[in-house]
């Protein structure tokens, strides 16, 4: 394994840190600001930075070279510590169009969308003169088994009818969000469970489209994209707007999923590390009983265990880019559940220790600790629960010894 990056990579690393370190983190609070003056649309600061990002050709890293035309020109493993970087802010990597939830929908688009749809939908996102949404949690069912969703796409003669109870939709809160890419059963008595849904694009101002609220992650509405419940009556649109075909909803999940949790966990180092930085800062300044923080023992041990814990997860995320650009996504499934279970929890532990040693400061809304510990958890959800990941993984190592 040959995890040294090319001179192309170690040059685009420095960028987008410069950028972040000068332009972004300078501007945290003015975003903030911004936002509460309107919860729901894209900050004006985060519009300039966005700007600024694309006309220094920093932009669109995450597709893969396979995607050709529409791609960042980069593989898993070259994105990987952008990724880690853009990780340091919640909202960095929107600036340089790398973030969640337009990420996956844009390779879903990119690698099952046809020519209409990638005119339609895809170059504005790509752009990023649009935003996106990915319609698939339900709150009546368990939803990390994805064949209980219950959201029905019926046809009726050129068009697709769709009724449905989603939650925790993010980004369809966000007033530029256009489209949703919406899974439900269109064949609900199929034999085979996964051949039941299939995945369609639901434009988010269509008739029927009710955005309920934004939903909450510890008392965090993570505005401007936000975490919407969203109820769809009796939704019409083309039967043009399925993806890929009747059936195929599944298949499309799967391969829209893999590299969406590594995104996830590469970001996770990225906010791990941060969270170090500022352990070892505040260790230093900070005076108790006569001395800094810094002299403790225990305070020592909380760097150093931290440390080795992100140099981990740093190493195995790396390992599973390679595997997915090397093998694919399909091979590399083992060691992507491998650091989907890791790299959340290891960001836990790392931001929890901060908080610790920031004391009051750590839990207040003065630091960025408490919001990150708060996006850090749900990841532990996202994408799939641990205990999904792990009951899988679990299989199929057992299995390979049989």
Not at 208 to 235: L, Q
Not at 327 to 342: F, S
Not at 345 to 365: E, F, H, K, P
Not at 369 to 377: K, N
């Amino acid at each position: 394994m040959d995890f040294e990056y090319s001179p192309k990579v170690q040059e685009l690393v420095l960028q987008v840190r410069q950028f972040i370190d000068t332009e972004i983190i300078p501007n945290e609070e003015t975003c903030y600001k911004q936002l509460a003056e309107n919860r729901w649309r894209t900050p004006p600061i985060l519009e300039q930075l966005k700007a600024k990002a694309k006309a220094q050709g920093l932009w669109n890293f995450f597709l893969p070279v396979s995607y050709g035309e529409y791609s960042g020109g980069l593989t898993n493993l070259e994105y990987a510590p952008l990724a880690e970087e853009m990780g340091r802010v919640h909202w960095a990597s929107e600036v340089f169009n790398c973030s969640a939830p337009d990420t996956g929908n844009m390779e879903v688009l990119a690698k099952y969308g046809n020519e209409e749809q990638k005119k339609q939908w895809l170059e504005p996102l790509l752009e990023g003169t649009i935003r996106s949404a990915f319609a698939m949690t339900e709150p009546k069912v368990a939803s990390s088994d994805a064949t209980n969703i219950e959201t029905s796409i019926v046809r009726d003669g050129d068009d697709y009818v769709i009724n449905g109870h989603k939650f925790y939709i993010s980004g369809a809160c966000r007033e530029e969000c256009e489209i949703l890419i919406v899974m439900g059963k269109s064949d609900a008595d199929n034999p085979n469970r996964y051949l039941q849904q299939s995945m369609i694009l639901v434009p988010t101002h269509t008739p029927g489209v009710d955005i309920v609220r934004p939903m909450t992650v510890f008392g965090y509405d993570d505005a401007p994209e936000g975490h919407a419940e969203v109820i769809f009556d009796n939704v019409r649109v083309p039967a043009t707007n399925m993806l890929l075909g009747e059936g195929r909803g599944f298949e499309i999940a799967q391969g829209r999923l893999g590299p969406g949790r590594i995104h996830h966990c590469m970001r996770s180092v990225g906010a791990a590390q941060r969270a170090l930085e500022m352990m070892c800062e505040r260790a230093n300044s900070r005076v108790a009983f006569g001395q800094p923080l810094s002299k403790n023992q225990s305070v020592r041990e909380d760097i150093a265990l931290s440390a080795c814990q992100i140099e981990q997860a740093r190493l195995l995320t790396l390992k599973a880019a390679q595997k997915m650009d090397t093998e694919g996504n399909k091979a590399a499934k083992d060691i992507i559940a491998m650091i989907k279970i890791v790299a959340p929890n290891m960001a836990l532990d790392v931001i929890d220790r901060t908080i610790q040693i920031y004391g009051g400061a750590g839990v207040s809304q003065d630091t960025v600790l408490a919001h990150m510990f708060a996006v850090q958890r749900i990841l532990r959800l996202a994408d799939g629960p641990d205990q999904v990941h792990m009951m899988q993984l679990g299989r199929n190592l057992a299995k390979s010894y049989e």
